[in-house]
């Protein structure tokens, strides 16, 4: 399984930013694919995820309510539109794919399939 990020880049506070995730691999359907971020000095992070179907989603506290997770499974692509930015979103956003989506978080870091990361600044 081979993830492709993009998307970031520099905002200013209150502003939107729309993330791109690409999923190399066969059975993208079989995978629950999410987000985590990292910024500097600060343990990594769950942003959100999102189940096979599409139907289930699951976000970190902090991000509720302004980011939303989306993806399409016809183009092997997940999205994380962010709105609302803060200066505190600043971080190395990534994503990953792990196939069980209820207990995601721990797992996509234990034995999930990551991306290379893709960098978000906001501004005050």
């Known amino acids: 399984v081979q993830l492709q990020a993009s998307g970031g880049g520099l905002v200013q506070a209150g502003g939107s930013l729309r993330l791109s995730c690409v999923v190399s691999?066969?059975?993208?359907?079989?995978?629950?694919v999410g987000w985590f971020r990292q910024a500097p000095g600060k343990e990594r992070e769950f942003v959100a995820v999102?189940?096979?179907?599409?139907?289930?989603?699951r976000y970190g506290d902090s991000v509720k309510g302004r980011f939303t997770i989306s993806r399409d499974n016809a183009k092997n692509t997940v999205s994380l539109q962010m709105n609302d930015l803060k200066p505190e979103d600043t971080a190395v956003y990534y994503c990953?794919?792990?196939?069980?989506?209820?207990?995601?978080?721990?797992?996509?870091?234990?034995?999930?399939?990551w991306g290379q990361g893709t960098l978000v600044t906001v501004s005050s």
């Open positions: 990953a794919a792990e196939k069980n989506y209820s207990d995601y978080p721990r797992l996509a870091v234990h034995s999930g399939s």
């Open positions: 691999v066969r059975t993208f359907m079989e995978y629950a």
């Open positions: 999102i189940s096979w179907t599409g139907v289930s989603t």
